[in-house]
């Protein structure tokens, strides 16, 4: 037997005063690789402006000063969020506790990912660990490019730490392979590999914490509400970590239930599928 299908809203406002702090997901919610969303912003700012604490959690690879400029880059007015917490950030630990030769693998553009670190970038002949933030070439590549890298990889049992878990983001109208990708063909040769971003806790560890920052003290058991468009790294992880979640349709799995307003039955196979029961669910966050 399934849960109920969750609530269809039209605005945030209609369920934000449940909640201290929402966790918002970036990449698919606030923007789509090309330009904000604007509406999502704005429903973010008034939620602030009604006392609540807006974290924004992204599985980007990058540290949070680089992301909160490309944020401003594109649009996204920083009115809409107290806080920024990158799996980039959070990654950093799990690369500090591994061994110090490391192989990153990923573009030149997540290399400040490293910095401060005591380690030594190597080739990957050389590695004890593996770092990886992306495909070499995100606009050409595939996993299937990598499946013989991997291998090798695996042929010496080397430690897969991966920066980005998502498995793919929207960029403009088109899906771009991310890092996750390459985490999960790695595990399935039998590959260790180690994630600190959605939907494992460090991050969201990170992101109370942030938000206890932002608000000027500690919350003992404070109200969330997660927002994202990524059933296995949005919604799962905030089911694991028990707070409510609000499902954004139109994002990343809108081809797998026929667009980003399914029908109640589409949407209700799709979240049996995956057994996974977000609080609400709206096309796009507004």
């Excluded at 992101?207 to 003290?217: E, F, H, I």
């Excluded at 058991?221 to 949005?234: F, K």
Aim: hydrophobic share 45%.
């Amino acid at each position: 037997m399934t849960a109920s299908l969750p609530r269809k809203i039209d605005a945030l406002a209609e369920i934000s005063d449940d909640y201290d702090v929402i966790l918002c997901d970036v990449w698919g919610v606030l923007h789509n690789g090309v330009e904000a969303a604007l509406p999502a912003a704005a429903a973010l700012a008034r939620a602030r402006s009604d006392g609540k604490i807006v974290v924004l959690v992204t599985n980007a690879p990058r540290r949070r000063r680089e992301v909160g400029a490309g944020l401003d880059a594109i649009g996204v007015p920083r009115g809409a969020w107290d806080r920024l917490v990158t799996s980039g950030d959070v990654t950093r630990d799990l690369i500090a506790q591994n061994a110090r030769k490391v192989y990153h693998l990923g573009p030149d553009r997540d290399v400040s990912l490293f910095e401060g670190l005591d380690l030594e970038l190597v080739e990957e002949f050389e590695a004890q660990s593996v770092v990886c933030s992306g495909m070499l070439d995100d606009e050409a590549e595939t996993p299937d490019d990598y499946s013989e890298a991997l291998r090798r990889m695996r042929a010496r049992d080397l430690p897969f730490i991966c920066a980005n878990p998502d498995i793919v983001v929207e960029r403009g109208d088109r899906l771009i392979w991310c890092a996750g990708a390459l985490a999960r063909d790695y595990a399935q040769l039998g590959g260790r590999t180690l994630i600190a971003g959605k939907p494992h806790m460090p991050i969201y560890d990170a992101a109370l914490k942030a938000a206890a920052d932002a608000a000027g003290r500690e919350f003992d058991e404070p109200r969330v509400l997660a927002i994202g468009d990524g059933i296995l790294t949005d919604i799962k992880g905030a089911a694991a970590a028990g707070y409510d979640a609000l499902f954004i349709t139109a994002g990343i799995h809108a081809a797998e239930y026929g667009g980003g307003d399914p029908t109640p039955e589409r949407l209700s196979g799709f979240l049996s599928a995956h057994g996974l029961w977000p609080r609400a669910t709206m096309p796009r966050l507004r």
